[in-house]
């Protein structure tokens, strides 16, 4: 039985501050022209001035993926709006507000230094308390620095979160991080280390390169009224400086209150449990027993685990606190058993220790639910009737794989959610090429059998959509093959993708723009822990610390063995916990929890972008409205509690030093109403 999982691999009127649970919080005043009574709103939105480079929009990503609404003046657009006082502020029912919270500016004066736009923009800021970030700047005294002692490259350079960092916007972090230097010939770093002057606060340093001292990379420079986040650092939304920096950089620029939540996620489904996966064979450069193994060839040993790797797995899971999702087709572990010899001590012992896992059914024997697959040809092709009409697996038997593991797991007292399914290869949802719809028998499978959650993959489609009355949960493939038991093996497979036609591969890597060749190719018995875990590591982390749910998965192949899988958990476990603080641990999240965040974020994004959301601070009340029944994401200080019609609650969970949660206005109420600590 072959089980295939396929992928291819980038002052005067000035605010006054006052702490509040480790965030800033605002002390308004007055808006020009209004009555030092009347307290300002301040509506809960980010103004972004974009000059078309990357650490604008890195920020820009970071407020997206959080939920924060934001407005974007594009500065390579002529017809852009001006910036005037009129365009930052007005009133409300006669009361001053300020349209945004915050601004994000390409550096200290974009619109350059004393012009009408900046003019208006930093009185907006004074009148109130408007913080700005300068993406990337460079070290100079007009933003409180000293002029740079150093500038350059900062590819593996060590940096450090200072005492004033981590216990403001960045106590999420353990203190220290490396930038990226991915490559010994590409430049990926560049920046500015320079001293503090008056009125500057660094928040992130780093020793200077060949001398002596620190110089600051992320600082605030308080003056003249206003507070502006200086970087000096050039940077992507994908390098892990930066994603390390964004939940800080996000926090200073809204004062700890938004709108949107951001965590840190991971989770890793293990397929296949109880089932055979087939092996790699390194002289055919294929796996025989796959359809797409030209010349077939005879089949080698299948690769399983045995009862001591699934104790070796219970107790793993033990040690690092952490929870797999064991995908699992227990129709092929019936055939295996009869098979041999009509007993299984592997799945006696998964059996055993069921409570330990999360279970998640993969149908009973694991086959194509798509279209009728005709493999006298390889690529493998979808069957056609005789009127020419493609053939597909029928709904009967697609729900009675769904039913039979549901029913066998029942009957083994496995802990399940029968509304979260993976289909065997992510079958009956559209393969291209081949298969360019979903099975139309599948959405009513799967509404049979209560489904409401069905895995796709994110490297096929990356967005969350319908299957009936179902949801797709996208998981990303990891690059630790379901095909492959030893080191050896997964080296071997790993250099005739990766590797160019001349150095022995199969080339495919010269032709795919998203893959890059290995220079030469790996040594079997050391490139696996030397080369491909940290690459897998790296990714995996990337999504881990990106504020995506989306999980992961591997194979049962993966722990049988050599036990490939172990050692990208491992290093993905314990760079996190070397980077994070633990207030901000990571969430292990099962599939319908996952499906659940991300419908939630796209009804979000959905009503934002349809501007029926509206929310706004007056002193320290947060009110918030949406669409009836709209789950509402915010994340507040410490402290902050949700009035209710009679009396109150203390607002959401804790993570990295705020509050957060999806919320909806109490009983008999139109708006969602927080109260800050004041």
């Known amino acids: 039985m072959a089980h295939r999982a396929r992928r291819w691999r980038k002052a005067t009127n000035a605010t006054a501050f006052v702490a509040a649970a480790g965030l800033t919080a605002l002390s308004?005043?007055?808006?020009?022209?209004?009555?030092?009574?009347?307290?300002?709103?301040?509506?809960?939105?980010?103004?972004v001035v974009d000059n078309g480079d990357s650490p604008v929009q890195a920020i820009t990503a970071q407020l997206r993926s959080t939920g924060i609404p934001y407005t974007t003046i594009d500065l390579n657009d002529a017809n852009r709006p001006t910036v005037t006082a009129a365009f930052l502020a007005d009133t409300v029912g006669g009361a001053p507000r300020a349209r945004f919270q915050g601004v994000v500016l390409p550096n200290e004066a974009p619109f350059g230094a004393g012009s009408a736009e900046q003019t208006a923009l930093e009185a907006y800021e004074r009148t109130y308390g408007i913080p700005q970030v300068d993406a990337y700047t460079w070290a100079h005294p007009e933003v409180g620095l000293e002029y740079a002692t150093y500038n350059g490259s900062l590819d593996g350079q060590q940096a450090s979160v200072t005492t004033a960092g981590r216990s403001g916007v960045f106590g999420y972090l353990d203190g220290g991080l490396t930038f990226e230097d991915n490559s010994p010939t590409i430049g990926e770093s560049y920046g500015y280390l320079a001293a503090p002057r008056a009125g500057f606060t660094s928040y992130v340093d780093a020793p200077v390169p060949g001398g002596t001292g620190t110089g600051s990379l992320v600082g605030e420079y308080a003056h003249d009224g206003r507070r502006e986040l200086v970087v000096t650092f050039a940077y992507n939304q994908y390098q892990q400086q930066f994603r390390l920096l964004a939940r800080g950089i996000v926090e200073w620029l809204t004062q700890g209150i938004?709108?949107?939540q951001a965590r840190n996620y991971f989770a890793v489904h293990v397929d296949d449990v109880f089932a055979p996966d087939a092996r790699w064979d390194a002289e055919r450069n294929c796996t025989p027993g796959d359809i797409d193994c030209v010349g077939g060839g005879e089949e080698g040993t299948p690769i399983r685990m045995t009862a001591a790797d699934a104790a070796y797995a219970a107790q793993w899971q033990q040690e690092h606190g952490f929870t797999m999702d064991m995908v699992y087709n227990a129709g092929a572990g019936e055939e295996w058993k009869t098979e041999n010899g009509g007993t299984d001590p592997m799945a006696d012992r998964l059996l055993a220790d069921k409570a330990g896992y999360r279970w998640i059914n993969h149908t009973y024997t694991h086959p194509f639910l798509g279209c009728v697959q005709n493999t006298s040809t390889v690529p493998w092709s979808c069957a056609k009737n005789a009127a020419g009409a493609t053939q597909y697996m029928s709904r009967a038997d697609i729900s009675a794989q769904i039913r039979d593991n549901n029913d066998w797991a029942a009957a083994k007292g496995l802990p399940i959610d029968r509304t979260e399914l993976v289909t065997g290869e992510h079958s009956g949802l559209k393969t291209l090429p081949q298969q360019p719809n979903d099975n139309p028998n599948l959405a009513g499978a799967l509404s049979d059998n209560g489904v409401k959650w069905i895995a796709s993959d994110n490297s096929r489609e990356p967005d969350q959509r319908a299957v009936g009355k179902a949801l797709t949960v996208p998981r990303y493939p990891m690059n630790v093959y379901y095909n492959t038991g030893t080191e050896a093996e997964m080296a071997d497979e790993y250099n005739w993708i990766y590797t160019s036609a001349a150095d022995g591969g199969s080339g495919v890597c010269e032709s795919n723009a998203a893959s890059t060749c290995l220079a030469e190719p790996l040594d079997p018995a050391t490139g696996y822990d030397e080369y491909i875990v940290p690459q897998e590591a790296r990714t995996d982390l990337g999504h881990a610390i990106g504020n995506d749910p989306r999980p992961h998965y591997a194979?049962?192949?993966?722990?049988?063995?050599?036990?490939?899988?172990?050692p990208v958990m491992e290093k993905v476990l314990g760079d996190y916990k070397a980077l994070f603080a633990d207030n901000a641990p990571l969430e292990n999240l099962r599939q319908s929890a996952i499906g659940t965040e991300l419908q939630r974020r796209a009804a979000w994004q959905a009503a934002v972008a349809a501007n029926k959301v509206t929310a706004y601070r007056i002193g320290t009340t947060v009110t918030v409205t949406a669409p009836s029944g709209t789950q509402i994401p915010v994340t507040a200080p410490e402290g902050t509690k949700k009035q209710n019609l009679i009396g109150s609650a203390v607002f959401g969970t804790p993570y990295?030093?705020?509050?957060?949660?999806?919320?909806t206005p109490a009983a008999l109420q139109s708006a969602l109403t927080l109260k800050l600590p004041s």
């Open 28 to 47: 308004l005043g007055a808006a020009p022209g209004a009555s030092a009574a009347a307290t300002p709103r301040i509506d809960l939105r980010v103004l």
């Open 656 to 663: 990295a030093g705020a509050r957060s949660a999806w919320a």
């Open 555 to 566: 194979h049962q192949s993966n722990l049988a063995e050599d036990r490939l899988l172990y």
């Open 258 to 260: 938004h709108l949107g």
